[in-house]
T-cell receptor
Framework: SQTIHQWPATLVQPVGSPLSLECTVEGTSNPNLYWYRQAAGRGLQLLFYSVGIGQISSEVPQNLSASRPQDRQFILSSKKLLLSDSGFYLC?????????FGEGSRLTVL | KQEVTQIPAALSVPEGENLVLNCSFTDSAIYNLQWFRQDPGKGLTSLLLIQSSQREQTSGRLNASLDKSSGRSTLYIAASQPGDSATYLCAVHSGGSNYKLTFGKGTLLTVNP
């Protein structure tokens, strides 16, 4: 069966520090991959999606970037974090029209 | 632009009650609609997926319906239990070669023992 792993689960970072969140999917090949952010009191916001290795689409201009170095690996990065980057980040993958999420990464920027 | 609304924002019921959660969307040209459950501090768990050609889907005590023409979906939970307490979100896929969903803000359900 397919599984999705996302880490770290929680991190606290100072403003201006770099960020790297990693997501891997097992049990499937060539999945569509996604990064969402869920801010307190707000809905889910799609940040990036990828339909293949090296193919990244950005939904909103921001301080973040994404990369897909391998078929089942998706990385969310920032060179310098802002306070507004705090939130709950969720990786997801889709197959046959259905979306599946990882457990999420809670980022607090101080 | 697709917009998804979930009403009510919060709902509290006694254990054993049957309940309905509502989801409405503005553009009826959808590919599918998916219901999720989210426990506090956790990721989203897929509950039911309804294709645009379907009217309803069932899984255990859950039944989801879809009326594209009116832009509405409902999630029916039978014989609610305290373990059903969570936030329930609906998401609409409006088609296209990629897969982008528009999410509602969710309904926070509390089932009291």
């Amino acid at each position: 069966s397919q599984t999705i792993h996302q880490w770290p689960a929680t991190l606290v970072q100072p403003v201006g520090s770099p960020l790297s969140l990693e997501c891997t999917v097992e049990g499937t090949s060539n999945p569509n991959l996604y990064w969402y952010r869920q801010a307190a009191g707000r809905g889910l916001q799609l940040l990036f999606y990828s339909v293949g290795i090296g193919q990244i689409s950005s939904e909103v201009p921001q301080n973040l970037s994404a990369s897909r170095p391998q078929d089942r690996q998706f990385i969310l990065s920032s060179k310098k974090l802002l306070l507004s980057d705090s939130g709950f980040y969720l990786c997801a993958w889709s197959v046959a029209g259905e979306l599946f999420f990882g457990e999420g990464s809670r980022l607090t920027v101080l | 632009k697709q917009e998804v609304t979930q009403i009510p924002a919060a709902l509290s019921v006694p254990e054993g009650e049957n309940l309905v959660l509502n989801c409405s969307f503005t553009d009826s040209a959808i590919y599918n609609l998916q219901w999720f459950r989210q426990d506090p501090g956790k990721g989203l768990t897929s509950l039911l997926l309804i294709q645009s050609s379907q009217r309803e889907q069932t899984s255990g005590r859950l039944n989801a319906s879809l009326d594209k023409s009116s832009g509405r979906s409902t999630l029916y939970i039978a014989a609610s239990q305290p373990g059903d307490s969570a936030t329930y979100l609906c998401a609409v896929h409006s088609g296209g070669s990629n897969y982008k969903l528009t999410f509602g803000k969710g309904t926070l359900l509390t089932v009291n023992p």
